[in-house]
């Protein structure tokens, strides 16, 4: 019977699950395929490079809704047996929703594996890969951070403005660059176009301008200003320096475990008491969030657990209540951690055994069929502003009408 049982619900999850996280996944993907698109249309990258940089934005994606499509899942597949009477029917035959909670659970903590090994292994990849993919493309496609009619300060010390950008062949037209690397001798180059590109020495830009004059004002002497009129001029960037080595290092979010270790470490010789405790937080996100998967399948359990006549759907918006409490709790106990009020262990758990606790008590009073006051005054509350908002917007005087 309880193999039975279990194969039954990994079937009712199985579909609800696979079509949550790809709806899920799609909802957070969208504005990147915009971003994706604009890459191949404007700048001309291939369609190989457009999937290896959607590879590795899927994994981060993956960690938030593999828990988001579990909740889902088994609050639809408890819901569509709760309105087809088969919960009741299961009850008569002398199981009861503690007996049903074991396959839940193993479900819950396959869910949680699968997150844990996104969250450890796959998201700090997937960042890290993505990051390097776009510093590649913007070493080979110079132009992508290059911005019409906009003082472009990517680059420490310059200041580039375009008047116009050719992607398909990295031309530049009516370019004006503040160069102030050279300490206490700034120049000022103006040139009708000109074309980036990559040099022949590693990690560096070469921007070959035509038609132009650069401006310099005498250090020595303030009252002479020079003029240098060219035909072709060849100006090489140093990306590691012209970045600076802050934004080309890789940040917390983008480190692995071990690295994460070595980087609180540092930063605790260094007494950056703040960025410590946000890399803390982070490192015990990564363990806590993975277990969201067993919270939601306790709490899921009994919520889905409704009268026949309640529909279908109502596991639905269900799920996206429970979501939407849940994640503003995670969310202030990071930033709680951040500040120091509670340290970065009890800031990320606290979520989760407040879930555990809620699980459990729902499922006793849905069990003993006993009343729950939090649902009721929960169904109380949205009742008054659905009438509300009801009575607002006037659809209240049609019906009677």
């Known amino acids: 019977m309880k193999r039975t049982l279990f194969r039954y619900l990994l079937l009712e999850v199985l579909g609800p699950f696979i079509i949550g996280l790809v709806i899920f996944t799609f909802v957070l993907l969208m504005f990147q395929i915009l971003k994706l698109t604009e890459l191949i249309v404007s700048y001309g990258v291939g369609l190989g490079d457009v999937g290896r940089l959607l590879l590795y934005i899927l994994p981060p994606f993956f960690v938030f809704t593999v828990p988001m499509s579990f909740l889902l899942a088994v609050l639809m597949a408890i819901s569509r047996m709760s309105s087809d009477s088969e919960i009741t029917a299961l009850k008569a035959g002398g199981i009861s929703l503690w007996q049903l909670y074991p396959p839940v659970l193993v479900l819950s903590l396959i869910a949680s594996l ?7 292994v796959g998201d700090p990849w997937g960042k890290q890969g993505f990051r390097n993919m776009l510093l590649e493309l913007g070493r080979e496609k110079a132009t992508i951070g290059v911005v019409e009619h906009v003082f472009n300060d990517s680059f420490k010390d310059m200041t580039l403005y375009v008047h116009h950008v050719v992607p398909e062949q990295d031309l530049l037209e009516g370019i004006f660059l503040a160069d102030e690397r050279a300490a206490g001798e700034p120049l000022v180059v ?27 004002l005498d250090p020595q002497d303030k009252t002479i200003y020079e003029t240098v009129r060219f035909k072709q001029y ?10 600076g080595q802050d934004q080309l290092k890789r940040t917390y979010l983008e480190m692995t475990l071990p690295e994460l270790r070595d ?3 540092e930063l605790r010789t260094k007494n950056d008491d703040y960025a410590m405790r946000r890399a803390w937080v982070e490192y015990h996100r990564r363990f806590a969030f993975p277990f969201a998967c067993v919270v939601f399948g306790l709490i899921a359990l009994p919520l889905g657990v409704s009268p026949p006549r309640s529909g279908r759907s109502r596991g639905f918006s269900t799920s996206i209540v429970v979501l939407c409490a849940f994640y503003l709790l995670f969310r202030a106990g990071e930033n709680l951690g951040w500040k ?3 340290h970065p ?3 990320m758990w606290t979520p989760l055994i407040v879930g555990v606790a809620l699980g459990l008590y729902l ?11 939090l649902l ?6 949205a009742q008054r502003a659905s009438g509300w908002l009801r009575a607002k917007l006037g659809l209240d005087g049609e019906k009677r009408s």
């Open 114 to 120: 699968a997150c844990a090994f996104l969250a450890l």
């Open 190 to 216: 103006t040139a009708g176009r000109g074309k980036l590109g990559q040099s022949p020495r590693e990690a560096t830009l070469a921007l070959d301008l035509y038609d132009g004059a650069i401006h310099r």
């Open 234 to 243: 060849r100006l090489e960037v140093d990306l590691a320096a012209a970045m």
């Open 263 to 265: 980087h609180i470490a």
């Open 340 to 342: 120091g009020v509670l």
């Open 345 to 347: 262990l009890i800031a």
């Open 363 to 373: 499922l006793k009073k849905k069990s003993d069929e006993s009343p729950i006051w």
């Open 376 to 381: 009721d005054v929960a169904h109380y509350g």
